[in-house]
């Protein structure tokens, strides 16, 4: 494995040739060129999009594709659904590299103390991990949500204002990232702590102790860098399932607010017509596996790129 | 053995107490109390429905009474459907959602199983690749999107299925289909990766050399040391088929805990939805220490510290 | 890797040619799935199907105990399973009688008489009598019971004390049993209105034995004794509820027991699933109290199934409430060019779509004390009326007006709604609004604040036909929850005077002149619409007809035949 070599000179050839054996899988290289299409979609979706994602007209509600130029119709307010759909992959990737920044913030700091320090302290904290692991990721996430949700927001004072007015400017998001980075850094943190638990034990952490480095430096300075690729490995696998989180969330309500497109949110409101407009459910569905789909190809070529051992 | 078994036990029974203070406090904090109705009832009517169901007292001793009621068997009741033990009710419930989870992992074993056996038996041939190439797509596809595509596909277009309810057998293979085809991925996946790390062990290579079947080789030896690492993933597998069956029950409209769940959470009813978290805990807590157990029971070089 | 691309492409060409076979071996692969269920599945009991009403209901079904329901779906199975002592007529709304046969009341209309049918017995064989009713109310009304609808009660002497626990002294409570038959209630002010408050949920008669035999399990199907027109048979809690016929009942109007021997109540929490279970055959009714047909597919079943459909008025009023405190919604002129600038036939037609009645009053008509629409009060759509008003209110084509808030519960209609309103004000007043959506629950909270929202929808539905229920109890000053925040001296005056009255014609005229403060002078809430109960209908139900109010009157429906 790429981090348990010492000297950086290795380190950088070894990734140049994970990078060229990610290049060779196919599969996951058209899925990456995919995923970035996606990424300009999202970034440039205010010219690409023919109307903004809440323009609704309530008098050309339920158009079928390609009635009165609309490519995949209009929904119940009479919205169009190929804008929302666009709308919709910047939604879900927002999310996916947030929840998955938010998560891997915590994930790694946590597991880089238990593994520095060791003894009674990491036993406690991971005694904590596997209490946390005892309930699924997305029902403790939903509790979060019904947490941040409920209330009267003009009730709030202090801290909990400030979240809501932020969180309601990001149509929702906030508190989907938080939610999310709050329930699903566990298993990145035992990632960072075995990791850390086999470097620290090696000659240049020795060294920087003799030397006289403070934690600190160790910790982020020597100690991060060389986990800091299993790590992003072990956090592309898990995009996908954020993704999920998100459109399980606004599937059952506790997602972004409405009118902000997710392809969950508008599953849900597909469902009750589905008999009479098909179209307004097999959009986002579609949209949403193929992303999904892209994520797992690149996650999987980048693991199989990155820790040849595990290619099978 | 059973000093292992008194540790985990000790320590899933911390984890059910920290959850259910967690959820406690979260619920609890909550406004919008469980009993608002558009007439919003008068102050004096409250106060007699509060005081009938303890929540005049102060927090800490509503927790210790619901802990101390939780060891006996009593979760409470209900406060949306009125006096009805919240025990009742996931008595009620549960069956559907285990039957559900049943069928799903059922599924998951009979198509993943063999899936993954011939994968690994054609390894980096056409049949490799079909049965990753599904895999992935299996694993892929979110249940989100696959409950509604089935119900199009072979509910409306088709008209073979009925599209909701569980009540005959054949409103029960759409919903199981929904489930399943996730686990059946996830399942002939880790066969695939797991016989071919075994296939290259030293025993294997014995037997061939004895000259036994391919066959026999596969089907016997191999696989039947290959099914280890299936066993330990049935934790996640418990995790998925909880949140999955939420999603799978609401659509498909199925009178199982998950669907209640949803429900119980946007009415507020705190009794049911600590309830249905303590119990999800609980299950998950029992899974992995079994699945413990059986791993080391079928694996004798594993020993339990 | 590399092959995965081309196998992809190769299962994507073949596809088409190889549909037909790839299908039947499909179909093969669920019908062995299907068997293996098949062995697990749990018997079913096969019932005749000519005989029995498949109704469904939206969400389990909360209580069957009269004493403590509040919600639509219990009281829809409680009026099958206990009498009242009075019921309406299902056209007129009249108060009628069911388990009494005739009342009266005092010189100064506080205490009314109420004599009893002698032939109406509890499952068990013991005769209903006044007895059952005294106990009733004593029970409802004791704060450890804690009935949320005990306050209906509150009419009646002694009774707030009591429930409030400030008294303990059940005798001073204004309800006796003169004789076995006969009951006599004593009120705390005149009211009008009391016989058809005297049959609501909370005054229908209780068996005491079974109550204090069983505590909250004596509605469990084994404990329960009725008196209704059907008996409980079955009671899966979430799932399914049956009821048999009564043999024994004998309608006070047709003197015969229910037609229909078996009713079925599905519990089905989304009304796709009930769309599709009905055009199966699966249901008998879908729509109204029913579970609602989703608007998603209204066009399609209206076409579809156009002998099956109908929309039926319903008691309900939808309505904007508008925060009378808040700037610039203080201003009445505001309030006013609000209301004008709103098109509610294009909101029914174009929106709603579902049989609505455009409102301009808050009384739903024919309601005792409602306007007539064709009188013409309250606010109709005058755009320009509604630019003169608020020029007038200083914001001539709406400059300088602040952009306001319109808070609607979480839903697709009123989210609809609410976006065909901000349209509406756009072009017609150059008024912006931002329209922001909660949950129900927090959502009452957030109406109820001081600071609550410019503008936000509410509806409203009679508990009991008579406007004293909605002038009265929903924006009276000081009497009611008043969420509109608005404060009218004569409003109030009038309401209490027409409350107090026994005389119908003046009653009927102080609701007049409180109608048109409230919507017209004053505008302090502009009314949408009036509901309809939109219901798909197999053919074989006959003598159906919709009830708005209190139950379905299932007894006089008939079955003929197959789905």
């Known amino acids: ?312 | 053995m059973l000093n292992f078994l008194v540790r985990r036990l000790g320590s899933g029974a911390l984890s059910l107490l920290v959850i259910a203070a967690l959820v406690f406090l979260l619920l609890k904090a909550l406004p919008g109390g469980p009993f608002d109705t558009e007439k919003s009832l008068p102050p004096e009517i409250m106060r007699n429905i509060e005081a009938y169901y303890g929540l005049d007292r102060p927090l800490w001793e509503q927790f210790v009474r619901y802990v101390g009621n939780a060891l006996q068997g009593d979760l409470g009741v209900s406060y949306s459907q009125r006096d009805l033990p919240v025990i009742d009710l996931i008595a009620q419930r549960l069956p559907i959602s285990l039957e559900l989870g049943l069928y799903a992992i059922l599924l998951g074993l009979l198509i993943g199983l063999p899936l993954g056996v011939l994968a690994a038996a054609y390894h980096n041939r056409l049949p490799d690749y079909v049965a990753t190439l599904l895999a992935i797509l299996g694993t892929s596809i979110p249940n989100l999107a696959l409950a509604p595509m089935l119900i199009l596909f072979f509910g409306l277009f088709l008209k073979w299925l009925p599209i909701a309810r569980w009540t005959t057998w054949d409103s029960k293979v759409l919903p199981t289909l929904a489930l399943g085809l996730g686990i059946a991925a996830v399942i002939s996946r880790l066969t695939r990766s797991s016989m071919l790390q075994v296939i290259q062990e030293d025993f294997i290579r014995t037997a061939r050399a004895k000259g036994l079947s391919e066959v026999s080789v596969l089907g016997q030896h191999a696989l039947r040391n290959a099914l280890l690492p299936v066993l330990t993933i049935m934790g996640p597998i418990l995790a998925y088929l909880l949140t999955g069956t939420l999603v799978v029950e609401e659509i498909f409209a199925i009178p199982g805990l998950g669907s209640y769940f949803i429900t119980s959470i946007s009415n507020r009813d705190y009794p049911v939805v600590m309830g249905i978290y303590l119990l999800y805990g609980f299950l998950i807590i029992l899974m992995n220490t079994l699945v413990d157990i059986l791993y080391a029971w079928a694996d004798p070089r594993i020993r339990l510290e | 890797m590399g092959n995965f691309v081309a196998l992809f492409l190769i299962i994507i060409i073949t596809i088409p040619v190889e549909v037909p076979m790839l299908l039947a071996a499909v179909r093969r692969t669920l019908c062995l799935l299907g068997g293996l269920l098949l062995l697990s599945a749990p018997v079913v009991i096969a019932q005749d199907i000519t005989k029995t009403l498949r109704l469904p209901q939206m969400s389990a079904i909360p209580t069957l105990d009269p004493g403590l329901a509040q919600d639509s779906s219990s009281i829809e199975v409680i009026e099958q399973l206990f009498l009242g002592l009075t019921d309406y007529d299902p056209k007129t709304y009249e108060v009628i009688p069911e388990l009494a046969t005739k009342w009266s009341a005092s010189a100064d209309s506080r205490t009314y008489t109420f004599e009893m049918r002698k032939d109406v017995f509890w499952s068990d064989g013991v005769p209903v009598t006044a007895h059952d009713i005294e106990y009733a109310i004593r029970r409802n009304i004791n704060p450890e019971t804690a009935s949320p609808y005990a306050y209906v009660l509150y009419i009646l002497e002694g009774a707030e004390a009591i429930n409030k626990g400030e008294s303990k002294d059940f005798n001073s409570l204004g309800v006796r049993a003169v004789d076995d038959y006969t009951v006599e209630f004593r009120l705390t002010q005149p009211a009008g209105f009391f016989p058809a408050m005297a049959g609501l949920w909370t005054y229908r008669p209780l068996p005491r034995r079974s109550i204090e035999a069983f505590g909250t399990a004596w509605t469990e199907p084994e404990h329960i004794l009725t008196n209704g027109s059907y008996r409980l048979a079955t009671w899966e809690k979430g799932n399914q509820l049956i009821l048999k016929r009564n043999p024994d009942y004998k309608d006070s109007v047709t003197q015969q027991p229910a037609q229909i021997e078996e009713v079925n109540y599905y519990i089905i929490p989304e009304s796709s699933t009930g769309l599709a279970m009905f055009e199966n055959g699966e249901l008998d009714i879908i729509g109204g109290t029913f579970l609602s047909i989703p608007v998603a597919e209204i066009d399609r079943v209206r076409k579809e199934y156009a002998d099956r459909y109908s929309a039926q008025p319903d008691l309900c009023t939808y309505y904007l409430g508008v925060n009378n405190e808040r700037e610039p919604t203080n201003n009445p002129l505001v309030r006013k060019a609000l209301s004008a600038a709103i098109d509610r036939k294009t909101l029914v037609e174009r929106i709603t779509k579902g049989g609505e009645e455009p409102a301009t009053t808050f009384t739903r008509p024919p309601i005792f004390g409602s306007v007539d629409p064709k009188e013409g009060i309250g606010i109709g759509y005058d755009p320009e009326q509604a630019r003169r008003w608020l020029a007038e209110a200083g914001y001539p084509d709406g400059e300088g007006f602040p952009t306001i808030t319109y808070m609607h519960n979480t839903s697709e209609n009123h989210a609809k709604i609410a976006q065909a309103v901000q349209a509406m004000l756009r072009r017609n007043l150059g008024v912006n609004i931002r329209i922001e959506n909660q949950e129900w629950k927090v959502y009452l909270k957030s109406t109820t604040q001081p600071d609550a929202p410019h503008l936000f929808r509410f509806g409203w539905c009679a508990d009991y036909p008579d406007a004293n229920n909605w002038l009265m109890e929903v924006f009276h000053p000081t009497k009611s929850t008043n969420r509109i925040r608005w404060q009218n001296s004569e409003y109030a005056q009038l309401t209490e005077k027409a409350m107090g009255s026994t005389d119908p014609s003046e009653r009927i005229q102080l609701y007049r002149r409180a109608e048109q403060i409230l919507n017209e002078e004053e505008a302090a809430i502009i009314p949408l619409y009036f509901y309809a109960s939109k219901y798909l209908v197999n053919p074989r139900l006959k003598d159906w007809y919709h009830m708005a109010l209190g139950g379905q009157q299932i007894r006089y429906w008939r079955l003929m035949g197959r789905p």
């Open chain 1, 1 to 312: 494995m790429i981090e348990t070599s010492a000297s950086p000179a290795i380190s950088k050839s070894l990734n140049r040739l994970a990078f060229r054996r990610f290049a060779r899988n196919r599969l996951a290289l058209s899925s990456f060129l995919f995923l970035l299409i996606l990424f300009l979609v999202a970034i440039f979706v205010d010219w690409l999009a023919p109307q903004h994602f809440a323009e609704e007209d309530f008098l050309a509600t339920y158009l079928q594709p390609g009635e009165e130029g609309f490519l995949l119709g209009t929904d119940f307010l009479g919205r169009d659904v190929w804008s929302r759909i666009l709308y919709g992959a910047r939604i879900s990737l927002t999310v996916a590299i947030c929840a998955a920044l938010a998560s891997f913030i915590i994930g790694v700091s946590y597991g880089l103390v238990a593994g520095y320090y060791g003894g009674k302290l990491d036993e406690w904290m991971m005694r904590f991990v596997d209490i946390l692991n005892a309930v699924p990721t997305l029902l403790f996430v939903i509790l979060i949500m019904v947490y941040f949700r409920a209330g009267n927001p003009e009730e709030f004072t202090g801290f909990k204002a400030i979240f809501y007015e932020w969180d309601s400017q990001l149509g929702g998001l906030l508190s989907i990232f938080i939610g999310i980075g709050l329930t699903s850094w566990v298993r990145l943190a035992r990632i960072a702590r075995a990791e850390t638990l086999s470097l620290r034990r090696r000659e240049f952490i020795e060294a920087d102790l003799v030397q006289g480095f403070g934690v600190p430096t160790i910790l982020f300075r020597r100690l991060f860098p060389n986990l800091l690729g299993t790590c992003i490995v072990a956090e592309s696998v898990a995009i996908p399932d954020y993704i999920i989180y998100e459109s399980v969330l606004s599937f059952i309500g506790l997602g972004v607010n409405p009118p902000v497109p997710s392809w969950g949110a508008m599953i849900s409101e597909g469902l009750e017509g589905i008999r009479s407009y098909p179209h307004l459910i097999l959009a986002p569905a579609t949209a949403m596996t193929l992303t999904v789909l892209a994520f797992n190809f690149v996650g999987d070529g980048l693991r199989d790129a990155f820790d040849p051992k595990l290619q099978d």
